[in-house]
């Protein structure tokens, strides 16, 4: 199984077809963090806060369909996000996206090790540290070690394994159930989610709309896939993994309400235990405990070997010059090795809320929406200012977000850099006018 | 607040979002190869089509230098003679031949123009035979507008005088007759010449009724045949063909 080139490495031997395509972007982003947070939105922002997360997800993944449409036209042949951004920015701007896209990734990974942790304690009880040594220990080799044919090889028991636990799980639940039931338990435990037009719910919408945009339009491993697939089926691969990704969140989401129906909750954790005593049935058990290893680790090892080919590929190459593949290929090796180690220590040592952990990384990927649809839809390479105005709208926003809510700090940070770029478009205008006019005798 | 007819459908959609997921993704696995089998295929046929349809056309474009080479023979031979009228009337034939022109994009003409373009090949032989040659072409009214490959006539009446009328001596005798049976479309060209030796139905040039066995096999397969049927009286060619009209032109005379 080992790749013979660094190209196949990140690429694998072939490009993909459609269908490959979807079970690959799938495997990406049906997340630790689909499992718990989607249930966790709905949990405050009521049934509809679900499916409007649902939807966040799938509209995103959806427009990105047409920002991979107009890259691959401009820009047909490339390993990474990191090639188009050195073809497309003056290398300033490259390099402040590139450290973005570094941190942004780091992040998804301290997340997926987060959800990790969290089943992991949920699972066993032996020690933390243990269960999650051996998830980091099989995501380092199987994507780090194995690269892109090997993830592949994966991906497919485990978007069939997430399947079989979506469609079988809350139709055994419902079916032994019925609605009435769990309509009343809701209604008595937990009315509030039955609350259409809860004031914050659109403001969790708009500000979700502006990180899942940024997120997916800024995703490492997206924009890999995005070279791999056939240029012609770029877009309907995209936009149909955007149609089926809305299937997980909401599944999930009902597999939750089959949880609280019967009483009260501390908090998501204390709905995963629930979870685990509603499932007396050894086989839906052991389907939904595959069904979660399966949405972590996939998109674990889809970030992990994502990442390394950026910082092989981008970071690493313009520094050192003339390596042959088998050298790359180590270095891939031993960087998964490093930065799964990093995660790893940081998953140890730290447990946030995982939405707060999401929306905390909001503000930068709020930031980063405008520039990136502005250096994909301009032509010729772009000016250093797009990529700052994202770093300052980041910078401000941080300044700002204690003393507003997490939305607005949001909603700021999309808005800051989208101003800032507007500004500097219109006096680049003004000066190019002015330089005309002065030339002219 | 919700309602629970409301909440019932919202269950429902989370219960069939993952099994119309999965039925979407099975579909296209196992379909996308054959969906992309079914386009190259496609695309396969429609280059195979422009190759031949060049082919086509390279074998038509052959044709007409040769169809010239003989004319020009002709009028040659009246000027070696001295015919200075048949020569005269020879060259204004020529010229309304040669202000005729095909259209070379177009792989099937009506017969009627095929018909008016070999009229004037036989007006020049007219002239060179006089009263011995006697033609008799019979085309039924309806078959005017029916589509043929270009100088498919052409090329048999020439073949004609050169391989059999030439060498005859005393009255020569040129039948052409086109007829309709079973939506195909036959052509018979029946001279009273001699073939002589010759037993290859193709000419000197490797055209002649070689290029049309070609382009009929390249346009209709096997749908189309051609028979040559050679004796002391005579040589008789039979060509058919699928009846073909031009829709464009049905379409104005409606």
Same mark, same amino acid.
């Given at each position: 199984m080992r790749s013979r080139t660094f190209q196949e490495y990140v690429q694998g031997p072939i490009q993909i077809g459609m269908g490959l395509g979807i079970i690959s972007l799938l495997a990406r982003w049906v997340t630790g963090t689909t499992i718990l947070s989607s249930p966790e939105s709905m949990v405050k922002y009521g049934v509809f806060g679900g499916i409007g997360y649902a939807l966040m997800g799938a509209i995103a993944l959806f427009m990105f369909s047409f920002i991979g449409k107009r890259v691959r036209q401009d820009f047909p042949e490339g390993l990474t996000i990191g090639d188009y951004l050195k073809a497309r920015l003056h290398p300033l701007g490259y390099w402040i996206l590139i450290v973005i896209l570094v941190i942004t990734s780091l992040h998804i990974l301290f997340i997926q090790g987060m959800a990790a942790s969290t089943l992991c304690q949920f699972l066993f009880d032996t020690p933390l540290y243990v269960g999650l040594f051996f998830f980091f220990a099989f995501c380092i080799l199987y994507a780090?070690?194995?690269g892109l044919k090997l993830i592949h090889g994966f991906a497919a028991f485990q978007v069939i394994s997430m399947f079989a636990a979506v469609i079988l799980i809350p139709l055994y639940f419902f079916v032994k159930e019925g609605i009435q039931p769990v309509y009343d338990g809701i209604r008595l435990y937990?009315?509030?989610? $039955? @609350?259409?037009? *809860?004031?914050?719910l659109w403001s969790f919408l708009f500000a979700g709309l502006l990180v899942g945009f940024g997120q997916f339009f800024f995703d490492l491993t997206s924009w890999q896939r995005l070279f791999m697939i056939e240029m012609k089926k770029v877009r309907l691969t995209f936009s149909l993994s955007g149609l089926i990704w809305i299937i997980f969140p909401l599944s999930f989401s009902s597999l939750f309400i089959m949880v609280i129906f019967t009483g009260g909750f501390t908090d998501i954790h204390s709905i995963l235990a629930g979870l685990a005593n509603k499932i007396t049935t050894p086989f839906f058990f052991i389907l939904f405990v595959l069904c979660a290893i399966s949405a972590i680790t996939s998109t674990f090892g889809a970030c992990l070997h994502s990442l390394v080919s950026l910082i092989v590929a981008n970071i690493l190459e313009p520094l050192q010059t003339k390596k042959s593949d088998q050298q790359k290929i180590r270095m891939a090796c031993l960087l998964s090795i490093c930065i799964g180690g990093l995660v790893f220590v940081a998953t140890l040592f730290y447990s946030p809320n995982l939405l707060e952990l999401l929306f905390y990384s909001g503000n930068i990927y709020s930031a980063l929406l405008a520039p990136i649809l502005v250096i994909v839809f301009s032509k010729g390479k772009v000016a250093d200012y797009i990529p700052i105005s994202a770093v300052l709208a980041i910078v401000a926003s941080y300044i700002i977000q204690p003393h507003v809510s997490e939305f607005q700090s949001i909603w700021f940070s999309g808005l800051a850099s989208l101003t800032i770029l507007v500004i500097c478009t219109i006096l680049t205008l003004i000066k190019n006018k002015w330089r005309i006019l002065k030339t002219k005798p | 607040m919700l309602s629970y007819e409301g909440f019932t459908l919202i269950i429902m959609l989370f219960i069939l979002a993952p099994i119309m997921g999965a039925i979407a993704l099975l579909f296209l696995f196992i379909f996308e190869k054959r969906i992309d089998l079914l386009e190259n295929k496609n695309k396969e046929i429609r280059l195979e089509q422009a190759l031949q349809e060049a082919q086509y056309n390279k074998l038509n474009q052959q044709i007409q230098p040769h169809f010239l080479f003989n004319t020009l023979n002709v009028i040659l031979g009246l000027a070696r003679l001295n015919r200075t009228a048949e020569l005269i009337r020879a060259l204004e034939a020529f010229s309304q031949f040669l202000k005729f022109k095909y259209k070379a994009s177009e792989p099937l003409i009506p017969l009627s123009q095929e018909i008016q373009y070999t009229q004037h090949y036989l007006d020049i032989q007219t002239l060179r035979f006089g009263d011995r040659l006697k033609i008799d072409m019979e085309c039924p009214e309806p078959l005017s507008t029916a589509l043929v490959p270009p100088f498919i006539l052409q090329t048999l009446v020439e073949n004609s005088f050169k391989h059999? $009328? +030439? *060498?005859?001596?005393g009255e020569a005798l040129l039948h052409i007759r086109f007829y309709l049976e079973s939506q195909m479309v036959y052509l018979e060209v029946a001279d009273n010449g001699l073939m002589g030796n +010759? #037993? #290859? @139905?193709?000419d000197d040039g490797g055209h002649g009724l070689d290029n049309i066995q070609k382009r009929l096999y390249l346009y209709f397969n096997d749908r189309a045949q051609l028979h040559i049927a050679s004796n002391e009286s005579g040589t008789k060619v039979e060509v058919s063909w699928p009846l073909v009209f031009d829709r464009k032109m049905e379409e104005a005379e409606e």
């Open positions: 780090g070690f194995g937990h009315p509030y989610m $039955l @609350v259409i037009n *809860k004031y914050d | 059999g $009328l +030439e *060498k005859k001596v +010759e #037993s #290859s @139905v193709t």
